[in-house]
Structure formats: structure tokens, C-alpha cells
């Protein structure tokens, strides 16, 4: 007997053993399909919303390690409700990286077109390997960061730009997931400022980023003080 024979058995079995129920029986078993309906609703309910706020975790703990600088990263920091603040940036009353981001997209720093013609000129060869290492040296308070940012800013629309939040091996699987979901096929610029944080881990990181990363070209842009 084949599936649809059993099957076709089956359900008239179940059918002939409805018609002998009474009325009272029927309501019963009625009732409790739909009790466990009900609670089948509520675990798949229940399994939504853990998955939701796993999701959510795992955004957190991606945003702690990175960054992907796309245009919902520069629209939620135009959309910050105390863009107002930025003033205090430069009165060195709130230099947290969320204010530099403000100062960096509504153009409140000042250009380097000196640096930035340099840069792009350097970037263009580095691009060429499939590997590269592009370090930005100079004193504390010289606008490193700031310039790392507006990189950022000028160059989303056309490479992968990540921001590296910290160093660590196990990051990269997210970092080669968020990569592959984009299905754009394009360079990746990684931004670090000041590797000294994380001489540690740079080296296991960077081999393990070389072999994860190989179907990219991969520019690692650096920033940290000369006297290092």
C-alpha cells in the first residue's frame, strides 16, 4: 500500500469513528482542538518573539565590535534627536564618536583637500592588491579621526566601509554574514583608529580577515598618533 492509500485509510478510519461520537463528544474534542490550537499560537507566538530579541541581541553585540557605514547609518544619524548639540563638539564639552559622526554629516569640519587627494591617490593603488594597508599618522588634536570619518562618508556609496569598533577573532563570521547579505560585490575599506588599543589581537585578527575576507579586496585604513 502506497502513501496515499494509507493516508486515504486513515482519514476514513477517523471519519467512521466521528460518526459514532455523540453530540457531547464531539463538543469535547471540538473544545480541546481548539485549546491546543490556541496553544500552538502561543508557542509559535512565544518562539517569535524570542527570535526577535536574539535578532536584536546580536545587532548590539555586531554594533559593539562594528559598524557598516550604508546609508541607513548616515540617515539615523541625521534623524538624531540632539543633532542641536553639536556645537559642543567643538567646545570640547561632549566629544563622544556620536557627536563627531553629527560634525562629519552636516559638513560642520573642516576639509583637507590636500589629505584627500593624497588619500585618494593612495587608495587607488592599494585597491590594485588584494591585501593592503593604508596608515594615516600624525599629532594628537590634528583631525585623525575626524578624517576618518568623512572618509567614510565620502566613500559608502562606493565600497563596503566597516568600522571596526574593537579587535576580536570572533567577530568576523558576523562581519563576513553582514558582507554576503549585502549581495553587492564590491571593495572593502576597514576603518581602525588607534590600533595601539589593540596590538593583542591584530595580528590573529588580520590572518583570520585575510582567509574570510579573500573573495574581496580589502583596504585596512589606520589612524594613530606619530609618536607611537
Do not use: C
Request: glycine content about 2%.
Amino acid at each position: 500500500m502506497n502513501d496515499s492509500a494509507t493516508a486515504a485509510s486513515t482519514l476514513n478510519a477517523i471519519q467512521e469513528i466521528f460518526h459514532k461520537l455523540s453530540t457531547e463528544e464531539h463538543r469535547v474534542i471540538t473544545d480541546k482542538l481548539d485549546e491546543l490550537s490556541s496553544s500552538v499560537k502561543q508557542l509559535n507566538d512565544a518562539v517569535h518573539n524570542d527570535l526577535i530579541i536574539l535578532a536584536q541581541k546580536e545587532k548590539e553585540r555586531e554594533k559593539y565590535y562594528f559598524e557598516v557605514v550604508d546609508e541607513q547609518y548616515w540617515d539615523t544619524i541625521k534623524n538624531s534627536p540632539d543633532s542641536e548639540k553639536i556645537s559642543r563638539y567643538y567646545t570640547k564639552t561632549d566629544s563622544r564618536i556620536e557627536r563627531l559622526q553629527q560634525v562629519v554629516f552636516h559638513q560642520f569640519h573642516v576639509p583637507n583637500p590636500k589629505a584627500e587627494k593624497n588619500f585618494s591617490s593612495v587608495l587607488k593603488a592599494a585597491l590594485e592588491y588584494r591585501f593592503s594597508l593604508i596608515k594615516i599618522l600624525s599629532k594628537g588634536g590634528e583631525g585623525k579621526s575626524t578624517f576618518l570619518h568623512h572618509i567614510s562618508r565620502k566613500y559608502y556609496s562606493r565600497y563596503h566601509i566597516i568600522f571596526l569598533n574593537d579587535i576580536k577573532v570572533d567577530m568576523l563570521s558576523s562581519l563576513e554574514y553582514r558582507l554576503e547579505s549585502s549581495k553587492v560585490d564590491r571593495p572593502v575599506i576597514l576603518l581602525l583608529d588607534n590600533p595601539a588599543l589593540y596590538t593583542d589581537n591584530l595580528s590573529v585578527f588580520f590572518r583570520h580577515a585575510a582567509h574570510g575576507l579573500r573573495k574581496y579586496n580589502v583596504v585596512t585604513l589606520v589612524t594613530e598618533r606619530e609618536f607611537r
